[in-house]
């Protein structure tokens, strides 16, 4: 149904060298909303999917304020494909306040947010990072994974989060970043 607007998200993500917010991490965040919706039985699944996918979008413009740009982006691209307003709209909403610090409003608001969080303890992205001498965002995510439990919206994310956590922390990734 959105085969054509992924691609699109794809083609700007595949420009970025930031290791923290590329393809691979979109990817890992739309798997994240799809397992969070799966288990929520939520009833358009391939929304979630897409706006995983374009949630950061906004970075290849600026990294301030992207997620208002992202959200904005993807309602653009989705009304030149004539999808529907009311569509177009619940995609903006979902990823416009996906920041851990922000609430979004909607349900797939909260899932698309998650579903980002979740990859706070995502070994692949901590890996790629660090292979490319990228410590920021790893800083700044270290000091936030005490709280991360806290920070999620879900229970599913939680039940999520406890899965996850004991690779992350069997994989030490966390003792290379100072
Ligand atoms: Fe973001
Ligand atoms: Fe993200």
Redo the contacts with the bound molecule.
Sequence with gaps: MFETSINEAKKLLSKTDDR??DIN??RR?SENAVSIGKRLDHKNIELLELCGWW??VG?TIRDAGHEKISAEMLYKDLIKRQKDIKLSKSAYDAIVF?RWDMSPQTLEGKIIRDA?KL?FISIERWQACIEHGQFKHLRDMKTLLDQLPDLLKLDVSVEIYLKKIIMFKKSRLIDLVK
């Design positions: 923290a917010h991490h979109a965040v949630h950061d970075r996906h980002d990859d």
